[in-house]
């Protein structure tokens, strides 16, 4: 069954500094062909499915598009054109903590952050000892986000967002989440969650990562495809490409 189906995908960015385009041509008698529109292709005619089940890396140099890829996919930007076609709700964690108030404690937080992810005050409430139990966080329900550490700061939004039972998770990133201990559960969880056949898109430079979690990757480079399919092959792609440019 498909769940995500991505046509002919572009995405344009204008990079053109709006401000000093119109007046400085002016004051400084500059041509106005440097001041011209800068257009930069971030996603390029992209054309994937992605099948319930599936776990698919998304891998490429910074800059290559694979954030942008899963923005558009979180809806939380559109594309230039061609489309995308969601069969199922997707619940991005581009960055963990979105949506937490550092003068909130622990307690507020996992409630405000439900809400963010769709999830109902009266449910929530109910699970805030699992949530807490689960980040290793019991002793600070009631102590402000501004006194917790880094560590503890993701270890609270990854156990909040696991506990929503997503069906559909997009990644970015975010496995260095705490200590190894925790960074091993969180491991764990996700084999646990693609073992219950739901779907993952995940963008990370760990390619030993992406060896282990995902089947299928995407190779990026500013925008463009070059090469999806089998996780195996198309990482043996980038790192030839890489080695070829090194």
């Given at each position: 069954?498909k769940v995500i189906e991505m046509r002919n995908l572009h995405k344009r960015f204008n990079l053109t500094n709006r401000d000093f385009r119109h007046v400085l041509p002016f004051i400084l008698n500059i041509k106005k062909a440097?001041?011209?529109?800068?257009?930069?292709?971030?996603?390029?005619?992209?054309?994937?499915?992605?099948?319930?089940?599936?776990?698919?890396?998304?891998?490429?140099?910074?800059?290559?598009?694979?954030?942008?890829?899963?923005?558009?996919?979180?809806?939380?930007?559109?594309?230039?054109?061609?489309?995308?076609?969601?069969?199922?709700?997707?619940?991005?964690?581009?960055?963990?903590?979105?949506?937490?108030?550092n003068e909130l404690t622990a307690r507020e937080n996992i409630l405000l952050y439900g809400n963010f992810l769709g999830k109902k005050n009266s449910v929530m409430k109910k699970r805030i000892g699992k949530i807490l139990e689960?980040?290793?966080?019991?002793?600070?329900?009631?102590?402000?986000?501004?006194?917790?550490?880094?560590?503890?700061?993701?270890?609270?939004?990854?156990?909040?967002?696991?506990?929503?039972?997503?069906?559909?998770?997009?990644?970015?990133?975010?496995?260095?989440?705490?200590?190894?201990?925790?960074?091993?559960?969180?491991?764990?969880?996700?084999?646990?969650?693609?073992?219950?056949?739901?779907?993952?898109?995940?963008?990370?430079?760990?390619?030993?990562?992406?060896?282990?979690?995902?089947?299928?990757?995407?190779?990026?480079?500013?925008?463009?495809?070059?090469?999806?399919?089998?996780?195996?092959?198309?990482?043996?792609?980038?790192?030839?490409?890489?080695?070829?440019?090194?």
């Amino acid at each position: 069954m498909k769940v995500i189906e991505m046509r002919n995908l572009h995405k344009r960015f204008n990079l053109t500094n709006r401000d000093f385009r119109h007046v400085l041509p002016f004051i400084l008698n500059i041509k106005k062909a440097a001041f011209q529109r800068k257009e930069v292709d971030a996603v390029s005619g992209l054309t994937f499915d992605i099948n319930e089940g599936d776990s698919i890396g998304l891998i490429g140099p910074n800059g290559g598009g694979k954030t942008t890829l899963l923005r558009l996919l979180a809806g939380i930007i559109q594309p230039t054109s061609g489309k995308i076609v969601l069969h199922k709700k997707v619940t991005p964690v581009l960055q963990l903590g979105s949506g937490f108030q550092n003068e909130l404690t622990a307690r507020e937080n996992i409630l405000l952050y439900g809400n963010f992810l769709g999830k109902k005050n009266s449910v929530m409430k109910k699970r805030i000892g699992k949530i807490l139990e689960y980040a290793e966080l019991r002793d600070y329900e009631n102590v402000k986000l501004k006194y917790f550490s880094s560590g503890m700061y993701s270890r609270l939004a990854f156990s909040v967002m696991i506990d929503t039972n997503p069906e559909v998770l997009l990644l970015d990133e975010i496995f260095a989440v705490g200590d190894m201990y925790f960074e091993k559960k969180s491991r764990a969880y996700m084999k646990n969650f693609l073992k219950e056949g739901k779907t993952l898109v995940m963008a990370s430079h760990d390619l030993k990562t992406m060896m282990t979690i995902t089947n299928k990757c995407i190779y990026l480079v500013k925008g463009k495809v070059m090469a999806q399919g089998s996780t195996k092959e198309v990482i043996k792609k980038y790192l030839g490409d890489f080695k070829k440019n090194a």
